[in-house]
């Protein structure tokens, strides 16, 4: 909440990086460990469908940082995956580079 008050900070690109995905598959799906369960987020369903969690937990983030908002998810274990994930940030930092000068020149 503090943060979706300054105006500073929403003005500011952020880039999430979720690691350790197989870690939270892993207790969701086979531990049965559901978002829920411990009382922290009471408004989570109650759901061991992997799929379903994600889209609920980067909506609680993109709820509170507001625009500007970028998410990866990995596994820092998979080299290949933090590879891409890297390539992707790079990717999003140079196109939002450009557009700044190009709306500079505008």
Do not use: Y
């Not at 531990?31 to 061991?48: K, M, Y």
């Not at 469908?49 to 970028?70: I, P, Y």
């Amino acid at each position: 909440e503090g943060m979706r008050r300054n105006i500073e900070i929403n003005n500011i690109n952020t880039i999430l990086i979720l690691n350790k995905v197989d870690v939270f598959k892993d207790k969701l799906c086979n531990q049965h460990i559901n978002l829920n369960v411990s009382g922290l987020f009471p408004d989570a369903r109650a759901t061991e469908d992997f799929d379903e969690a994600m889209d609920w937990l980067k909506q609680q983030f993109r709820n509170h940082a507001g625009e500007g908002l970028e998410i990866h998810i990995t596994t820092a274990i998979n080299n290949k995956e933090v590879q891409q994930t890297i390539k992707e940030v790079a990717r999003g930092i140079i196109k939002r580079q450009k557009a700044l000068k190009w709306s500079a020149l505008l």
